[in-house]
């Protein structure tokens, strides 16, 4: 996750909000980063989840989940924003 983390970070650091907001290699590259992050947190243990209580856990697997979603054309019954 870390890792992840450090390489979101590098990401951003090279590009402007404007700039990251038009390119889709970088936001696709921080989205699958993102994607990442989640598929770790979501194999966290319990034991280290409770742990980390400060770290909200099941959003950033549900934000993994969604995304996964919406790439793949499913939505579930989620809505998304137009």
């Not at 390489?7 to 404007?18: E, H, K, N, P």
């Not at 994607?35 to 742990?51: K, L």
């Amino acid at each position: 996750m870390l890792e992840a983390a450090d390489a979101i970070g590098s990401f951003l650091t090279r590009t402007t909000q404007t700039e990251f907001a038009e390119d889709d290699l970088v936001r696709s590259a921080v989205l699958q980063k993102l994607i990442v992050i989640g598929e770790a947190a979501n194999r966290v243990s319990d034991p280290a989840r409770n742990g980390h209580r400060d770290v909200p856990w099941s959003d950033i697997v549900a934000f993994r989940t969604a995304s996964v979603l919406a790439d793949s054309g499913s939505t579930c019954g989620i809505s998304t924003v137009p």
